[in-house]
């Protein structure tokens, strides 16, 4: 919810007056923005409700969906550079310069 608070914030000169398609992977936060807030957790009602005042505020209709994790690769690739991502494979280094090796070696 914080990433789309800082979204929105970040492009409000751009999105000011217009509509807005939030798509996110946190189901939590796609459902408190869906119905403008929520019981379980007061941190993540207090900022749907920033994010809903500021966008009144600034006349954007904001509209929200929930793309699942395993899809929303793209996004988690430019947010964890450094780190393999769940919804991906990868083989070790070593494991890889052995398998050069052996096809080198069949060249």
Same mark, same amino acid.
């Given at each position: 919810? @914080?990433?789309? &608070?800082?979204?929105?914030?970040?492009? *409000?000169?751009? $999105?000011?007056?217009? /509509?807005?398609? +939030?798509?996110?992977?946190?189901?939590?936060?796609?459902?408190y923005?869906?119905?403008?807030?929520?019981?379980?957790s007061?941190?993540?009602?207090? @900022?749907?409700? &920033?994010?809903?005042?500021?966008?009144? *505020?600034q006349? $954007?209709?904001?509209? /929200?969906?929930? +793309?699942?994790g395993?899809?929303?690769?793209l996004?988690?690739?430019?947010l964890?550079?450094?780190?393999?991502?769940?919804?991906?494979?990868?083989?070790?280094?070593?494991?890889?310069?052995?398998m050069?090796?052996?096809?080198?070696?069949?060249?």
């Open positions: 919810m @914080l990433a789309i &608070q800082k979204a929105v914030l970040h492009f *409000l000169p751009l $999105i000011r007056g217009k /509509v807005v398609m +939030i798509h996110s992977d946190n189901s939590s936060a796609v459902a923005l869906r119905n403008q807030g929520g019981t379980h007061l941190p993540m009602f207090h @900022l749907t409700w &920033q994010i809903l005042l500021e966008c009144q *505020l006349g $954007i209709t904001l509209l /929200v969906r929930h +793309i699942p395993c899809l929303n690769v996004a988690d690739s430019l964890r550079r450094h780190q393999i991502i769940g919804t991906e494979w990868s083989l070790p280094p070593s494991i890889v310069h052995q050069f090796s052996i096809w080198l070696l069949a060249m």
